[in-house]
């Protein structure tokens, strides 16, 4: 059964920072494409970031210069760090991972980020 399990989020004032990981129990995790999604209360989920196989990466706008996505393919676990937070970046965020970018088939059960202001 595949699992895929978020942590690292929490309540960080804005400029702050946090490191979200998600923890894959999919094989082999080398060969799938990752990504980051969040979805802040009354609005739709939005891309955030995404590693493929090959390391390379992409970013939403909004998050571009201040989200920083990585993988570690040996403890099959993908990191989001993200710097400079905002109050706009309130939301659940959620790791997914796709054999076939971007066919996601696999969602994690999300972590919830809240910014201050």
């Known amino acids: 059964q595949v699992q895929l399990i978020e942590s690292g989020g929490g309540l960080v004032q804005a400029g702050g920072s946090l490191r979200l990981s998600c923890a894959a129990s999919?094989?082999?995790?080398?060969?799938?494409?990752m990504g980051w999604f969040r979805q802040a209360p009354g609005k739709e989920r939005e891309f955030v970031a995404a590693i493929w196989s090959d390391s390379t990466t992409a970013y939403a706008d909004s998050v571009k210069g201040r989200f920083t996505i990585s993988r570690d393919n040996t403890k099959k676990t993908v990191y989001l760090r993200t710097n400079s937070l905002k109050p706009e970046d309130t939301a659940v965020y959620y790791c997914a991972a796709a054999y076939r970018a971007p066919n996601y088939a696999y969602w994690g059960q999300g972590t919830q980020v809240t910014v201050s202001s």
């Open positions: 999919i094989r082999p995790f080398s060969s799938y494409s």
